[in-house]
């Protein structure tokens, strides 16, 4: 199967009721492990690359991998996306790559670290929706900020400096035309979330239901939503890693989001930690090894097992043969004659 609009992924999915996991990948064995998890649950699902693993892998290396990854699963619909574009640059390289799908973050400046005003972000991420929905891509634009920094990525701070305003997101995805809407509701990227199991004081998931409220028909977008499981920090320093003591967002709350218009969910520190913990595993246990297969292949393993289980948790799994890609080019027509519609349904308060 070609890759498909994340746009489409995301429509099936509010037909569903589900939620679609968004993983990050920066290698060949992430990108099998994915695709092993969404073959062995039947699961749609998102593959993405941020700026800092299109550095790292090169861009066009990275871009076959996926090509190579849709041809060799051809009953997974697969929807590849740039995470956290700085940019239109940004953006517009990876369509041109073949992307089918972009994040525009316009909450930071192009610095990636500096909150940017209303203003910047509407005007910055209208380009981008003009530009990607003439050529049939997905726009997912943030509204607030989030916390963290990841690979020099982000405000940094704790995920609650700046929440989603309602109003705003309504202003912005009105404005904006875009497909799918990242909120802050005091997630933030890493292992570093919370220093307690969060409770609803500290997720504002209110926030959450009253922005699906006024934009029940939009596509939400939670980031920072790696659970962070105690178990995989445990192997980790089980085997010499020095993890310090954090807690994650836990599944329920993504669970309870999915039950309130959040349909993508952003997953990467959570295999990020598979994958040390089982290559420390290895290398602690048998340190004679050095045939870096010895150590990739569990660490690919632990990967998919983390990624499968996101996959039933978020309700995916099944839903692969749920419906035929529709191509690209017919998307954009769709933009174009207004039956892929770009202006949000908005309820009163
Ligand atoms: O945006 C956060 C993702 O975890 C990607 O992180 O920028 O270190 O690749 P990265
Ligand atoms: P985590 O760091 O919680 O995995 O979040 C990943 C993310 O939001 C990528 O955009
Ligand atoms: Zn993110």
Redesign the pocket.
């Given at each position: 199967m070609p890759l498909v609009s994340m746009r489409q992924l995301l429509d099936e999915a509010a037909k569903g009721g589900y939620g679609v996991g968004a993983f990050?990948v920066n290698d060949m064995e992430q990108i099998q492990a994915i695709m092993m998890a969404a073959k062995e649950t039947k699961s749609p699902v998102i593959v993405?690359a941020?700026r800092g693993a299109r550095q790292f892998a090169e861009d066009l290396y990275l871009f076959k991998l996926i090509q190579a990854a849709a041809e060799l699963n051809p009953e997974i619909p697969i929807a590849m996306h740039q995470?956290?574009g700085n940019s239109f640059e940004t953006c517009k390289s990876a369509i041109e790559l073949g992307y089918t799908s972009v994040m525009m973050d316009g909450s930071l400046k192009s610095d990636g670290k500096t909150p940017s005003t209303f203003e910047e972000n509407v005007e910055v991420t209208r380009k981008v929706v003009d530009f990607a929905h003439e050529r049939g891509v997905t726009v997912e634009g943030e509204i607030g900020v989030l916390g963290g920094v990841?690979d020099g990525h982000g405000a940094g701070g704790s995920g609650l400096d700046h929440i989603t305003d309602p109003d705003q997101a309504v202003e912005f995805a009105e404005r904006t035309g875009v497909d799918a809407l990242a909120i802050a509701i005091g997630?933030s990227?890493?292992a570093y979330?919370f220093t307690k199991k969060p409770d609803g004081s500290v997720l504002k998931m209110d926030v959450l239901i009253a922005i699906h409220k006024r934009l029940p028909k939009t596509h939400l977008v939670m980031?920072?939503?790696?659970s962070v499981p105690k178990d995989l920090q445990d192997v980790v320093n089980q085997y010499g890693g020095k993890l310090k003591e954090t807690w994650?967002?836990p599944v329920e709350e993504i669970q309870l989001g999915i039950r309130n218009g959040v349909r993508k969910i952003?997953?990467?520190?959570?295999n990020r930690l598979a994958i040390t913990g089982a290559i420390r595993k290895v290398l602690w246990e048998t340190p004679e090894k050095f045939d870096p297969r010895d150590y990739l292949k569990p660490a690919r393993e632990a990967m998919k097992k983390v990624v499968a289980a996101r996959m039933v948790e978020f309700g995916q799994a099944g839903h692969a043969g749920d419906y035929a890609p529709i191509s690209i080019e017919q998307i954009a027509k769709g933009y174009k004659d207004g039956s892929l519609s770009t202006r949000p349904l908005v309820a009163s308060k």
């Open positions: 990050n993405q941020s995470d956290h990841e997630t990227h890493g979330k980031h920072g939503s790696s994650g967002v952003n997953v990467d520190t959570d």
